[in-house]
């Protein structure tokens, strides 16, 4: 293996215009730790959020990226995963993250990859795939009926949709109009475009006598408590973007709950029970892309070299789908 590797590099104060291409010397895992050499990297919205508004355990030359896929090219005593096995992964925000030929990572969060799933498509699925699962467990395990997805044209509301379908809630959905034919296919009941000022009118008339159970809301906490009284008794209101600071309906009148989905907590607040749980959806979660069960977004390939403006390209929504780069080690930023 190199004494070194390349990555994109974050300056702070510097926004996305400051990533630079740097070098780094190769660390070495030590207990419970992989070092991955990374074939695919995905990018996510947290992914310039991050280097925009920055973090508190960020320093210049500081590695983004939550997400990727790889080869353990070495691994640290203790771990049962071993070199040369295919993983995909969810990276912590404090530690050097995916934008690079090679990461190093809690070997908790390496998710062994199925042999028919291809890098790329399982490099799109661990930030948006395991947050709409983390989602759906915030609802209780049985009486969910009516469900709403707020958003379900995107990555994270695309599975989180489908998910839902598979678990056997009644699924409702917004969306651009261009999504609505892919979202009925899923199983989806009812898809309304965003746009239209009626289509919570709509939705009710729809509805008839039945309330929602749950609303999940992926465009912010206002956006989501203005959808509060959508909500049936006992309902449950889910940010998958922001939270709650104040509850958006009267006290005692339909009792609904609030809940907020924070996937790269787990690195900081997880227990081994948090970890044994993010194992077991991120193999169900692989298994059933897999297996054609469920459908990820579509991929936008770019070179490597490309992504800074990628970045900005997602900042700006100028395209849907998931943002993917392949790489090779040794021959980034040639």
Known sequence: MPSEYVAWGWTRGAGLPGLRSIRKALPQPS????????SVIALNPVDWKMIEWGHDDWRDGHVPGV?????????????SIRPGTRVAYHQGLSADGSFAEYSLIDARAAIV??????????????????????????????????????????????????????????VWATASAKHHERLLE??????????RPEWRTELQARLGSRRLSAIFDTVSGRHAAN????????????????RQET???????????LHEVALNSLHARGVEADWQRYQQQGAYL??????????????????????????????????????????????VFA
């Open 113 to 170: 990859l199925p042999d028919e799933l291809d890098d790329a498509v399982a490099a799109a699925l661990p930030c948006p795939g395991l947050t709409a699962l983390q989602a759906l467990d915030k609802l209780p395990q049985a009486g969910v009926g009516d469900v709403l997805v707020v958003g379900a044209g995107g990555a994270v509301g695309s599975l989180l949709a489908q998910m839902a379908v598979r678990m056997g809630m009644r």
């Open 186 to 195: 899923q199983g989806v009941v009812g898809v309304f475009d965003y746009h």
């Open 67 to 79: 997400d990727g896929v790889g080869v353990v090219a070495a691994a640290g005593p203790d771990t």
């Open 247 to 257: 509850a958006p309906l009267p006290a005692f009148s339909t009792a609904i709950s």
């Open 31 to 38: 207990t419970n730790q992989l070092l991955i050499a990374n």
């Open 227 to 242: 959808l509060a009284e959508l909500l049936g008794y006992n309902g449950h209101l889910v940010c998958i973007q922001d």
């Open 286 to 331: 692989l298994q059933q892309v897999a297996q054609g069960q469920l459908k990820g977004s579509a991929l936008l390939p770019f070179d490597f070299n490309e992504l800074p403006a990628k970045l900005e390209a997602l900042r700006d929504a100028e395209q849907h789908g998931k943002w993917i780069a392949r790489l090779q080690p040794g021959q």
